[in-house]
Nanobody, 114 residues
Framework: QVQLVESGGGLVQAGGSLRLSCAAS????????MGWYRQPPGKQREFVAM???????NYADSVKGRFTITRDNAKNTVYLQMNSLKPEDTAVYYC????????WGQGTQVTVSS
């Protein structure tokens, strides 16, 4: 089993920054992908960013140039640095890890006020 614990969400004004963290523990394959999805109010969950254990990254078009995903493989932790936040970034952000099976965190609320 794999457990994911997120932290770093909160309330911020438009144009501000937040940094999310997600620490994984348990039986983790060395080769894996970690990343973030988000679910805005009343909408479906959507992809935000991902990073492989090999160093590849990918971003949703809506966050490119504003969000940066990094990871510390030694700590099994992934980070999401979110800059130039917009009200439309308001959502519950979910961390995930996938190797043979997908695992999800409990979610952390990010609210961007205008």
């Amino acid at each position: 089993q794999v457990q994911l614990v997120e932290s770093g969400g909160g309330l911020v004004q438009a144009g501000g920054s937040l940094r999310l963290s997600c620490a994984a523990s348990g039986s983790i394959f060395a080769t894996n992908t970690m990343g973030w999805y988000r679910q805005p109010p009343g909408k479906q969950r959507e992809f935000v960013a991902m990073a492989t254990s090999g160093g590849s990254t990918n971003y949703a078009d809506s966050v490119k140039g504003r969000f940066t995903i990094t990871r510390d493989n030694a700590k099994n932790t992934v980070y999401l640095q979110m800059n130039s936040l917009k009200p439309e970034d308001t959502a519950v952000y979910y961390c995930y890890l996938t190797a043979m099976f997908p695992y999800w965190g409990q979610g952390t609320q990010v609210t961007v006020s205008s």
